[in-house]
Every structure is written in structure tokens, then in C-alpha cells.
């Protein structure tokens, strides 16, 4: 098997609630949905689906969201990982 094979494996384990919230975390530390597709050749609705759960990233799509949003591969599908390492104040909001 190779890479993206085991990735592919990878991704139809993990759990798709845990994917959607991290991929929408990580899109709203980068920006809006219009410059992360801009910047990963996809569109907003694309993005907006796998926010939503209502379609699972292929690996390529999974690695280009992960490069760039400077987040790795594991943390978007580990749900043993904590999804928000960043203090957070006491209104939710994360700490400058």
C-alpha cells in the first residue's frame, strides 16, 4: 500500500464530525473560505461541504488544507489529539 493509499485508509477511519471541526478551525485561524480555496485551487462550497460533514477530503485535498494552514495531517484525523492547543480567554475567543 502505499502513501496515499494508507492516507486515503487514514481518512475513511477517522471520525467525520472530528474532521469537519477541524478542518472549519483551521480555515477560520487562515481566513475565509474564499482565500483558503483560493489558496488550495478548490472553491468555497467545496470547503464549506467538508466543514459541514457532508463529504470526506480525498488525500490531496486533506494534505493541501494541512500545508496551508500550517497544521499537520495527524491532528486532523486523531481524535485523541486536542483539536484547540491555543489558550482561549474566558468568552471562547482564542488569546492574542
Avoid: Y
Amino acid at each position: 500500500m502505499d502513501a496515499t493509499e494508507e492516507l486515503q485508509e487514514q481518512i475513511k477511519r477517522a471520525s467525520l464530525p472530528v474532521l469537519a471541526a477541524r478542518i472549519r478551525e483551521a480555515r477560520l485561524e487562515f481566513g475565509s473560505h474564499d482565500k483558503l480555496a483560493a489558496e488550495i485551487g478548490t472553491n468555497r462550497q467545496h470547503l464549506i461541504k467538508l466543514e459541514q460533514a457532508k463529504h470526506r477530503p480525498r488525500p490531496a485535498m486533506l494534505l493541501l488544507i494541512a500545508e496551508a494552514t500550517g497544521r499537520s495531517v495527524d491532528w486532523f484525523l486523531d481524535s485523541e489529539v486536542d483539536p484547540s492547543p491555543f489558550p482561549r480567554r474566558r468568552n471562547g475567543r482564542r488569546a492574542a
